[in-house]
């Protein structure tokens, strides 16, 4: 194959067609239970769709006579993190038949098995989280209200956000949220997390944070169902919450209905000269 043509072939995705008893309730379950957020389906009744996720495209045909056949067919999807998968999967009582571990193969790996009998196996690199540990100790008290300017900046320290932090800004970052959570041990703050808003339709989820010494122990999740709870209950019907994560983090905020969208941002960056540092 000359250079010529492979410049002219390019590979977008596969998308894999599984046989299935029902469409739509194969698509609510890989949307519900599998957590894919974005979903489709053709025909009324449905007799094909599909869900997708990032990179990731799955599509079903009605089929049910087939299903038999291909029951215990697999498909390998790569993850970043095997681990975050895992847990979200077993929150949503997915079938796990094979659970998270190290394969001889170099990769870190669970297989669930869907509704139809199809094998999924999510991987990822074998670096596995230390699992959570336990419960949340009963000294941890989780507290609605904002952390004080002190207990902020040791919290952006110790999660190691201070590289570029200007401590000016303390208190216009404090004064702008309706509504702020901690987690105190012992009168002392581990953990919070912010919410800003226009108080009408829009909210915006910042600065989760969880000191690194109680990270792994719930402190995180309990931070998210207090502020989510407090949502539910003040914010208005349909209104729009959104917040910045890594990919890493999404399994972890899916468990609060959060849901993968397309994103963009900008850093303002400014001159010494525009910034008075002449």
Known sequence: MSNEESDDLFLSHVEPILAVKDVTETVEYWHKVLGFPNKWTWGEPPNHGGVTWQGVFIQFSQQPERVSVSQGNSIFIRVKNAETFYRFHKNKKAEIIEP????????????????????????????????????????????????????????????????????????????????????????????????????????????????????????????????????????????????????????FYQQFDFVPVFGMHRNVRRTEKESGNE
């Open 100 to 251: 998270l571990g190290n394969k001889p193969w170099g990769m870190a790996a669970y297989t669930l098995r869907d509704i139809n009998g199809h094998y999924v196996i999510f991987a990822g690199p074998p670096n596995l989280d230390k699992p959570t540990t336990g419960p949340i100790p009963e000294t941890v008290k989780i507290i609605s209200r904002k952390p004080t300017a002190e207990e902020y900046v040791n919290l952006i320290s110790a999660v190691g956000w201070d590289k570029n932090y200007n401590h000016s800004l303390t208190g216009k970052i404090l004064a702008a949220p309706v509504y702020g959570v901690v987690a105190e041990h012992l009168n002392k703050v581990v953990g919070c997390a912010l919410l800003l808003s226009d108080e009408a339709s829009f909210y915006y989820v910042k600065d989760v944070m969880v000191h690194p010494e109680w990270q792994r122990k719930h402190v995180g999740s309990m931070l998210m169902k207090k502020l989510t709870e407090w949502l539910d209950a003040n914010a208005q019907e349909n209104a729009y919450v959104g917040l910045f994560t890594g990919g890493n983090l999404a399994a």
